[in-house]
């Protein structure tokens, strides 16, 4: 099974995408994960983009199709992808179906977290990623504490890009290029709506149930 998290900046996609990589041994694909790595690595890509991200701004699509394909051709990966904050617009949507084509997979679901502008600022004011365990908190809902976290404070951090100002641009660019896709996967009867605003686990499950029932 592939699935698609689809949501605007801080809706959780990333949190549940954790829960599910592990529940269904999925390989959890994050756009932003692999473009911050280029940053990190200073690669070329990495120097080309790190300020349209600092910005909120989209990455050119070539850039992100190159990651992409580079994913999909790998055999140990076939069926089992989440993609988190991919695709990005009609345009990566369209060149996703292409690629799934070549290498004979399918998209089976696409989950759209469904939160208000309003959680979504303080949820990414708030967020808080740890660079040891990976484990995404937010200071304001779900704080890192020793019972839901073992390694030490220090190591959890901000992302540069979750800032007042650059979220207002985000959600700008995502409502402007990214909300037209929910309308493709409509179409294509793949499109499952979930209220976004619950509990964390409340989420998982009502993504849990609709998978279980289509499998079924
Ligand atoms: P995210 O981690 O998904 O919130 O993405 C952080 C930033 O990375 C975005 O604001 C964009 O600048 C860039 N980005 C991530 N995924 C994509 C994508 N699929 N297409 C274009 N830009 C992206």
Redesign the pocket.
């Known amino acids: 099974m592939n699935i698609i998290l689809f949501g605007p900046?801080g809706a959780g996609k990333g949190t549940q995408a954790d829960i599910l990589v592990k529940f269904y041994e999925l390989h959890k694909v994050?756009?932003?994960?692999l473009?911050r790595d280029e940053i990190k690595n200073n690669t070329d890509v990495g120097n080309k983009i790190k300020l349209?991200?600092d910005r909120?701004?989209?990455?050119p699509?070539d850039i992100?199709n190159n990651l992409i394909t580079k994913i999909l051709s790998k055999k140990k990966f076939d069926n089992r992808l989440i993609f988190?904050?991919?695709?990005?617009?009609l345009n990566?949507a369209k060149k996703l179906d292409l690629l799934l084509k070549e290498y004979k997979q399918r998209i089976s679901s696409v989950f759209s977290l469904e939160v208000n502008r309003e959680s979504i600022i303080k949820r990414v004011i708030g967020r808080q990623i740890c660079s040891s365990c990976g484990l995404i908190f937010n200071k304001y809902y779900r704080p890192a504490i020793s019972k839901n976290h073992t390694c030490d404070p220090k190591y959890l951090n901000k992302r540069s890009?979750d800032n007042e100002s650059t979220i207002i641009n985000?959600f700008e660019?995502w409502s402007d290029k990214t909300l037209p896709i929910l309308n493709y996967y409509k179409q294509q009867n793949l499109l499952h709506q979930i209220n976004g605003m619950g509990e964390i686990n409340e989420i998982f499950e009502k993504i849990h149930v609709i998978i279980a029932s289509l499998e079924a």
Request: glycine share 12%; aromatic share 4%.
């Open positions: 900046p994050s756009t932003g994960d473009l349209l991200m909120g701004e989209l990455v699509d992100i988190d904050g991919y695709p990005r617009n990566q890009d985000r660019t």
